[in-house]
């Protein structure tokens, strides 16, 4: 792990500061903290629906259901960080941290006989800041297009390793999920200093006389054919990053071969005696299971360890249907390739959202190519656009977003006793959550997204403020 950088903590965005069911000894420590932020140089404000995207710290005295939800909602399901802080260790007895952190929480602390625990504080503020800011730079915004909760947690667990760790990365998920996009951006964001080139090698094309070769490069007259002498991938590498797609697909003798190479970061050229040094990050990706291949032998476990020093699995389409659409328009405007993008019509965009996507993003976006391809005149791309291979049959008609999840909630709220005007009340919250999170903190525009008035929103968010300074104790 690299050191951190120094804290400039004068840059710090203002921070958000709620309190949960505190008594009024609680309090007081509340207050504490508070004062001790403010000496440190970090603004503090009352928690506000409007301010997305703005780190918070929720105080509790006890890990409860209530204080599960009331992160869950404050979180927008883990889409904002918060950091928890139990006032004692009791207050987590349960398994509460666990809990916590399921429902959204960043990470859970203890305040009670926490040594500089303002520092501590101020040192998660920073380190949230550095990495959503880089997730708002159009590095990223325009690259790894989605805001769904599922993708905004994994972008920063990539955005944290990769700037803050010199870390190897095994990047999982689906056949058509990024995986190569992300071994880019881990690349882009390692900040050493003279950094070489990315390296890229697709396991599944090596083949396997030539494997030696292509990993370590040989000699002139290695072998038949070999006329010159060749640099590898571990040179080539060498002082950048090497990025193994489908690594999975390595046959034992050549994981065998490469696990020196990986621990010790010394390698021969095929034909060679010389040992040759060289350093680089290694970032490798599977669409395979490889933990569960280590217990049948077909992926070696030492190797396994050596590659995984961090991992994370990206997220299927199905599991982040919020950013089909978006995805949709990117691809679009990326198709007319200067042009003035024609847009997508309703009947286009419900298809888009009730379709389903084996292929993932890589499917999402063969779609739009041939949708685009077959698009004549001006105008939006319309069904007929739709080659008639990825038309829907007819008796499966399109159900949009009444279907068989939403139907399923519903039930189980009517099983759990809910009444009918709790469901419409609790479904009206999270569609405007929902719709001041997509338009960024601007309730005008989720006003005119839900199709109400402005009023009818500031009247809702105020009743929430109110509530929340009756029961939750609010302290600014």
């Known amino acids: 792990m690299r050191g951190r950088p120094r804290m400039d903590r004068g840059n710090l965005e203002a921070m958000l500061i709620w309190v949960y069911s505190l ?13 001790g932020l403010h000496s440190a140089g970090i603004e503090t404000k009352e928690y506000d629906w409007t301010t997305l995207l703005t780190p918070g710290v929720v105080l509790f005295d006890q890990s409860n259901k209530e204080a599960c939800d009331f992160i869950r909602h404050s979180s927008h399901g883990g889409a904002v960080h918060l950091l928890a802080v139990a006032l004692s260790r009791a207050a987590l007895k349960g398994g509460g941290a666990w809990s916590l952190l399921h429902a959204g929480a960043s990470d859970v602390i203890v305040w009670e006989n926490c040594p500089d625990f303002v520092t501590r504080v101020a040192a998660y503020l920073e380190r949230w800041q550095t990495v959503d800011r880089l997730i708002e730079s159009p590095l990223v915004r325009e690259n790894l297009i989605g805001s769904s909760p599922a993708w905004i947690r994994v972008l920063r667990q990539v955005v944290e390793v990769a700037r803050f760790t010199s870390a190897y990365v095994l990047v999982t998920g689906e056949s058509g999920t990024g995986k190569e996009l992300v071994a880019r951006l881990i690349h882009t964001l ?12 697709d396991c599944t094309t090596v083949v396997p ?6 990993f370590f490069g040989h000699e002139r007259g290695a072998f038949t054919g070999a006329v010159s002498s060749r640099d590898g991938a571990f040179a080539l590498a060498n002082g950048g990053t090497l990025f193994l797609d489908e690594v999975g697909e390595l046959p034992q003798s050549l ?6 190479v990986v621990q010790e970061h010394t390698y021969k050229r095929v034909g060679s005696n010389t040992w040759h040094k060289t350093e680089f990050r290694l970032v490798s990706a599977t669409n395979r299971q490889l933990l569960c291949e280590t217990n049948h032998a077909s992926f070696r476990p030492d190797l396994y360890y050596r590659i995984a020093s961090w991992s994370c699995h990206l997220p299927s389409l199905h599991e982040r249907r919020e950013d089909i659409l978006p995805l949709a328009f990117h691809f679009s405007r990326q198709a007319w390739e200067g042009a003035q993008d024609a847009g997508l019509n309703e009947d286009v965009l419900e298809y888009l959202m009730s379709r389903a996507y084996p292929g993932n993003i ?14 004549v005149g001006p105008g939006p791309l319309t069904p007929g656009d739709i080659p008639e291979g990825d038309r829907p049959e007819p008796s499966l008609k399109a159900s949009g977003w009444q279907d068989q999840d939403f139907e399923r909630v519903i039930r189980r709220a009517v099983a759990m006793g809910a009444k009918m005007r709790e469901i419409s009340r609790a479904a009206e919250d999270i569609a405007v959550r929902s719709a001041v999170a997509e338009e960024r903190g601007s309730w005008s525009q989720a006003a005119a997204r ?6 009818a929103l500031q009247l809702r968010r105020a009743a929430w403020r109110r509530k929340a300074q009756n029961n939750n104790d609010l302290v600014a």
């Open 23 to 35: 008594n009024e000894v609680d309090k007081l420590q509340c207050r504490s903290l508070l004062d």
């Open 255 to 260: 994981q065998a071969e490469l696990l020196r």
């Open 450 to 455: 839900l199709g109400v008035t402005g009023r």
């Open 362 to 375: 890589r499917e999402l976006k063969q779609l739009i190519l041939r949708m685009v391809y077959r698009h």
């Open 190 to 201: 390692d900040p050493r200093p003279r950094k070489g080139n990315l390296v890229i090698l």
């Open 209 to 214: 006389e030539l494997s030696g070769s292509e």
